[in-house]
């Protein structure tokens, strides 16, 4: 079977690889903490680690996601626009890998399943057609943006640098909606933007604890 200018199976395997350096990465210990960590309290820092974790897992969905997308869809550059997103979303795992390290915590045990849905879903998406899998971004990155919102809202206002790390996330995933849209992807209707704000909880709001 042949999608575009490669076969389904050399995709596959570039999923599979994306995957294994995902969840084979060495999580950086022992990191110095910044000076402002000093003011934060041992309860605010807890905090902190726990909302990093629960992002982290979300970008590991987030890269499943997209990789999942790729690997079905027709078109050459929109596939060529998800790559790129999910690159992104490499780029947010470093940051909240790093940060856990310099909280002294880890990443959830719960993500190469987290990881495995997420392409199932992808894929799923993408076979419906390539503005349906668009709209699906847009939708998805619409949520993100909310949950981002709301981890701002619980974390400490002392801990300037997760409040950075999130911030330079959430920018990057309003612009992946937005090029979604300008793509030609569907607007996903409310009630099916909810329903994948529940899913999404469900699926990550597990590892603030795992």
Not at 15 to 36: I, N
Not at 143 to 148: A, D, P
Not at 186 to 209: A, D, N, W, Y
């Amino acid at each position: 079977m042949t999608i575009g200018s490669e076969s389904f199976f050399d995709r596959l395997i570039g999923v599979f690889d994306t995957g294994l350096r995902t969840l084979a990465r060495e999580q950086p210990k022992d990191l110095e903490p910044p000076e402002s960590d000093a003011n934060l309290t041992p309860d605010e820092k807890k905090k902190s680690a726990a909302l990093m974790r629960v992002n982290h897992a979300g970008e590991v969905c987030a890269q499943g996601l997209y990789e999942g997308q790729a690997l079905v869809s027709r078109v050459e550059s929109t596939r060529g626009d998800l790559l790129q997103a999910a690159e992104d979303e490499k780029r947010h795992l470093h940051w909240c890998e790093e940060r856990l390290g310099q909280l002294e915590d880890s990443t959830s045990v719960l993500t190469p399943i987290l990881y495995g849905l997420s392409v199932c879903v992808g894929a799923a998406a993408g076979l419906i057609g390539d503005r349906i899998s668009l709209g699906f971004v847009e939708a998805t990155e619409d949520q993100v943006c909310k949950h981002l919102d709301g981890h701002l809202n619980e974390i400490s206002s002392k801990d300037t640098q997760s409040r950075e790390i999130l911030e330079k996330i959430r920018e990057d995933e309003m612009r992946h909606g937005s090029n979604a849209l300008n793509k030609g992807g569907i607007e996903f209707p409310r009630p099916v933007k909810t329903g994948m704000t529940l899913v999404s909880k469900l699926m990550t709001e597990t590892t603030r604890h795992i």
